[in-house]
């Protein structure tokens, strides 16, 4: 039985930067597109960063394109997503998510029910 487990949540000023992390377990991420989602209080989840394997197709959303990347550390079996210059608006849950490597990265990122989700970690912005 795989599963993910985020860390690296926490209250961050604007324009400071956090690192989340996603570690996988019961299987190896390279294989899988993998993604991170984020869901604030009465808004719909958004798809902020998706890969698929070796990085052939990426996906970025608009809302953070330039500020955010996804990256993968295959030895250790994690997903990283890297988010700078933090704004308010960024304040939701994140969650990694992944799912077969046949699907393209923009494809994950508004998939409806991915086969793997994480458990989500609470990203605050606020002064």
């Known amino acids: 039985q795989g599963q993910l487990v985020e860390s690296g949540g926490g209250l961050v000023q604007p324009g400071g930067s956090l690192r989340l992390s996603c570690t996988a377990s019961g299987f190896t991420l390279d294989i899988y597109t993998i993604g991170w989602f984020r869901q604030a209080p009465g808004k719909e989840r958004e798809g902020v960063a998706c890969?698929?394997?070796?990085?052939?197709?990426?996906y970025t959303a608009d809302s953070v394109k330039g500020r955010f990347t996804i990256s993968r550390d295959n030895v250790k079996n994690t997903v990283f997503l890297q988010m700078n210059s933090l704004e308010p608006d960024d304040t939701a849950t994140y969650y990694c998510?992944?799912?077969?490597?046949?699907?393209?990265?923009?494809?994950?990122?508004?998939?409806?029910?991915?086969?793997?989700w994480g458990q989500g970690a609470q990203v605050t912005v606020s002064s």
């Open positions: 998510a992944a799912d077969r490597g046949s699907l393209t990265a923009d494809t994950l990122c508004s998939w409806p029910s991915p086969r793997y």
């Open positions: 890969a698929s394997p070796s990085d052939l197709s990426t």
